[in-house]
């Protein structure tokens, strides 16, 4: 009785163990089928994000190009814009040059004409000076005759004769005589005067004539044109390689562990990259 006893006792705990087994094994199973699956559906979305990245850092790649061939462009078109404006102001700048330039001549050469004419009053009003002082000396002159031959008339009519007569004549003529050399010594200072007085007319005149060419305006230069504008250099694009079958890794396989995918994440680390490039350009 007990040997059936323990019989049935092992049986049943035989049995326990396969129920307990095969629950176990089923729990597994289910385990091993739920990470697969989620390997699985991560595997295929990492796979279509990293064809969205690519797709999205190619049409980058052609937007910074795009971009770059417009603000060159407008770089060239504003540079060839600066040129003409600028030959346009040396145009003008050169216009106003020549016209300030034409009328300094013109001020330069009424300038000249009026020190010429002050230097020819200067001279005819000194000339005329030293004329009336001759004109002058030659009546005080004949004045002092006169008044000698009076005297001496004088002398005659009165009986002065003798010792007495030619003491009075001598007396006259060297009065006269005295007369003459003031006179002449005034003509000669009048003569001194006038040469002094054209010296200072001619200094004057010559001082004149420098300070109007000091003014004269140089004769301008044209200026020179600017430097013809260069194109912008053009920069090249470069695309990223087209995406392998290798840069998304091997799917996952039921009942192994998957790591993360290598290959996987260096073409992200790639794309980062040239997101990072494309963005410093």
């Known amino acids: 009785m007990s040997a059936e006893l323990y019989l049935a006792s092992q049986v049943a705990g035989g049995f326990i163990d396969f129920l307990r087994g095969r629950s176990a094994r089923r729990a597994q199973e289910e385990a091993i089928q739920s990470q697969f699956e989620y390997s699985t559906e991560a595997y295929l979305d ?165 300070a109007a060419e000091a003014n004269r305006m140089l004769k301008p230069i044209p200026r020179p044109d600017p430097s013809i504008p260069l194109a912008s250099p053009d920069m090249e694009f470069l695309l990223p390689r087209e995406l392998q079958e290798f840069d998304f890794g091997p799917p996952p396989v039921r009942g192994v562990n998957t790591a993360p995918n290598p290959t996987l994440g260096f073409a992200n680390t790639v794309i980062s990259g040239l997101f990072d490039f494309a963005a410093a350009q």
């Open 46 to 210: 990492a796979g279509e994000k990293l064809l969205a990245d690519y797709d999205y850092l190619v049409e980058s790649v052609y937007s910074r190009e795009r971009n770059f061939d417009r603000n060159r462009a407008h770089k060239d078109a504003l540079a060839v814009q600066n040129y003409k404006d600028q030959l346009r102001i040396n145009k003008y700048q050169d216009f106003l040059d020549a016209r300030l330039y034409v009328k300094s001549e013109e001020l330069y050469g009424s300038s000249l004409a009026m020190n010429a004419q002050e230097a020819q009053l200067a001279d005819d009003a000194a000339h005329l000076q030293r004329k009336e002082l001759y004109m002058a000396a030659a009546f005080d002159n004949e004045n002092a005759i006169i008044d000698n031959i009076r005297k001496s008339g004088t002398a005659l009519a009165r009986g002065v004769t003798g010792r007495s007569g030619a003491k009075q004549q001598q007396s006259q003529l060297a009065a006269f005589g005295r007369d003459q050399a003031v006179l002449a010594a005034s003509l000669s200072s009048a003569d001194n005067a006038l040469q002094t007085q054209l010296r200072d007319i001619d200094m004057q005149y010559k001082q004149a004539n420098l």
